[in-house]
């Protein structure tokens, strides 16, 4: 993904700018000098002789700002146009960029246990912290693992499953497999897209391998036990507190998740039968539930809907006819009997203006509450819709290219911010709200960029991901009516329920997925799950966490992890967990300070510029404090906590449990199908 990879649904190379830190102190991270620590002091420019803290942080963020859009628009080449020269381009940024950030922190070194001010004590904790990819400072090491990362993006990117021969050959990439799954109900359709991109990954496995081997080098180089320390430093509280807090929270919403698994699983069984809706130990077919990584069962609204007759939200209908009025428009234009190239650009030319359409009901949102326009460079150079002519990563992402900016200076002229968004969107509701979710990591740039390049980023990752969401949250049926996607609905029970569990499939099937990623790769990086475990122990960790489980055994010789974008991508993941509490945090106090009375649910502050404001005010502080004080600004609280999950989805709840009594719910996590020993 980008420099500043956001999601999601976000980010390859991981450059992100962390949010927080577990401490300012850097007595933890001290050791003896290693071999490639010189080549790492000399990338840097030289430190001047008796250089203050605040000297050299000043002289860091100088130095950051001149070089970022280098490494940025290296990363946006290499997403946009897959290919060798692109690969090699952006390998060679992330080296030079890498070498350069460990020379900034073996040069921060000479001041540990110094007197300094918070803010500098602060952004020498974040400069360590600056990178989710930990490079040796072994030059030859750095180069390879640059290089490694960039070509498992490029597999992720350019993954094409193919079956038949000759004429009958078919070639499909993932938003055609997605498509698939998406609205096709057949058993055997789904099972061949399900296993067809699973299976392009077989051979990432040695270089994933390879690369942990060599970020756990650099993360030992700085300090830390393994690459999945580093991460868990990020969080203003000692590393081991973020899987504790994770599991507080996770216990929280369980109950929930167990009722909304069982009603599906009810679903699946009278759609499939016994044998097929359900996997042995009463888990979910991961074929079959709509999402390839099963993260989100919104696409199986057709079978989930409580209530058919209570009004639609079928969004994506909506939009696929505003498609093709976009698309009939086109053909008029053209006149006469068009051929077949003409119908063809007639469509393309109908894709681009739905897709722009759609982008611009997202910003509507943000500038009803008092937030700017898009800058017009937005428009002119995002990726909206998947080019013909080449592979790109259509992976959803958030770009800032340049750190806001720079000011007019002697010789120079001024340069504004560059914040674009990468999507291959396809008229449909999980693209339209991905979109209102990329759009809220490009204002909370924009609304940081004020600060010094290293306080920027969010209060910590879980932030970042979450701005979006908020406001998506604040989609409601009333809002969605007003702008045209579905009819008013009429104020029942009934219709409670069906936006209740609109809402769930998205946000609370996703919950245990947001844990169990970053669960997998903390055992990876510490050695607990050895490259012979990878798979058995993924599989393992999605029935314990999702209740969910192939329809077959999946051997060691898949590497089912690298086909979700984050794994090959190195993105931290328990960032989107968080996000999907902090997102209830954030929605419940700005429909209090929009002044609405009523049942949480209810509440959308769209227009509402006092909510506005104060979303603004959290947004403008990036990093430059503890998450636990921005989010105490905002909430009036300092701990991440579900209660306003639970709140949120009450009489969704209720409902399954009703719907539900009786049955047998839960799962028993080992029921799944295994592999011999051995294979």
């Known amino acids: ?125 974040l ?32 993954g094409t499953y193919c079956k038949g021969e000759g004429a009958d050959k078919e070639c499909r990439q993932l938003g055609e497999l997605e498509d698939v799954l998406r609205g096709n109900r057949d058993y055997a359709a789904q099972l061949d897209a399900w296993r067809g991109w699973h299976a392009i990954f077989k051979p990432m496995r040695d270089d994933y391998s390879r690369f942990v081997q060599l970020v756990n080098e650099g993360a030992k180089d700085m300090g830390f036990a393994d690459a999945g320390e580093v991460w868990r430093s990020g969080y203003d509280m000692p590393p081991a507190q973020i899987a504790a807090e994770t599991d507080r929270m996770w216990s929280q919403v369980k109950p929930l998740y167990e009722q909304l698994h069982c009603y599906a699983r009810t679903r699946l069984v009278a759609k499939y039968g016994e044998d097929r809706g359900q996997v042995p130990g009463g888990m979910l077919p991961a074929p079959l539930m709509g999402n390839m990584w099963q993260q989100d069962w919104s696409n199986l609204w057709d ?19 505003r498609h093709r009025e976009d698309y009939m428009r086109e053909l008029a234009r053209l006149g006469g009997s068009p051929d077949a190239g003409e119908m063809v650009e007639a469509e393309r030319s109908a894709q681009l203006e739905t897709a722009l359409d759609m982008t611009r009901r997202a910003e509507d949102f943000y500038a009803s509450l008092g937030m700017p326009r898009l800058p017009e460079s937005y428009w002119e150079k995002t990726q909206f ?57 490009v204002y909370y740039y924009l609304a940081y960029n004020a600060q010094p390049p290293i306080f920027q980023g969010g209060a910590h990752d879980g932030f970042h991901e979450a701005i979006g969401d908020t406001i998506v949250l604040a989609m409601t049926p009333q809002y969605l009516a007003s702008i045209g996607l579905v009819d008013a609905q009429a104020q029942s029970r009934e219709a409670l329920i069906n936006a209740q569990m609109r809402m769930a499939l998205s946000k609370v099937a996703f919950l245990p997925f947001g844990l169990m990623i970053d669960r997998w790769r903390w055992g990876v990086f510490d050695g607990s799950i050895p490259p012979e475990q990878y798979n058995e122990a993924w599989w393992d960790l999605k029935a314990k966490y999702q209740g969910v489980a192939p329809i077959e055994a999946r051997g060691e010789e898949f590497f089912d992890p690298g086909a979700k974008y984050h794994v090959p991508g190195n993105t931290p993941y328990t960032r989107y967990f968080l996000a999907n509490v902090l997102q209830f945090q954030f929605y419940k106090a700005l429909c209090d300070a929009a ?10 502050f769209y227009g509402n510029k006092a909510a506005g404001e104060k979303f603004v005010a959290m947004l403008e502080q990036g990093a430059s404090q503890p998450w636990q004080q921005t989010l105490k600004e905002l909430t009036g609280g300092e701990q991440m906590d579900a209660a306003a999950v639970l709140e949120y ?31």
């Open 385 to 441: 819709i998947k080019p013909r002519d080449r592979d790109v990563v259509c992976h959803a992402s958030a770009w800032d290219m340049n750190l806001g900016g720079n000011a007019a200076s002697e010789g120079k002229e001024a340069v504004g911010p560059d914040v674009r968004t990468k999507m291959c969107i396809d008229a449909n509701e999980e693209d339209f709200t991905t979109i209102y979710h990329e759009l809220g990591h």
């Open 1 to 125: 993904m980008t420099p500043r990879p956001r999601n999601p649904r976000t980010a390859l190379l991981a450059m992100t700018i962390a949010a927080a830190v577990a401490a300012l102190s850097f007595t933890a991270c001290k050791r003896s000098p290693s071999p490639g620590d010189e080549a790492a002091v000399s990338s840097a420019s030289h430190a001047p002789d008796n250089e203050t803290a605040d000297q050299f942080i000043a002289r860091v963020n100088r130095e950051m700002r001149e070089t970022y859009t280098e490494l940025s628009s290296a990363q946006w080449l290499s997403s946009t146009y897959i290919n060798s020269d692109s690969e090699l381009v952006a390998a060679k940024a992330n080296e030079r960029w890498l070498t350069r950030l460990n020379g900034w922190i073996e040069q921060s070194r000479k001041f540990e246990g110094k007197q300094m001010s918070a803010d500098t004590a602060r952004a020498m904790g």
């Open 595 to 604: 002044g609405f009375k009523g049942p949480l649910y209810e509440c959308s």
């Open 303 to 321: 079978m989930l809907q409580p209530y058919p007759d209570a009004g639609s939200l079928d969004i994506t209908t909506a939009l696929q006819a």
């Open 127 to 158: 400069l360590k912290l600056m990178t989710a990819m930990p490079a040796p400072h072994d030059p030859a090491k750095l180069a390879e693992l640059t290089k490694i990362a960039s070509k498992m993006e490029g597999m992720y990117g350019s």
């Open 649 to 679: 989805f009450a009489p969704l709840q209720e409902w399954l449990q009703q719907q539900n009594a009786g049955r047998s719910c839960g799962w028993t996590a080992g029921g799944q199908p295994k592999s011999p020993a051995g294979n």
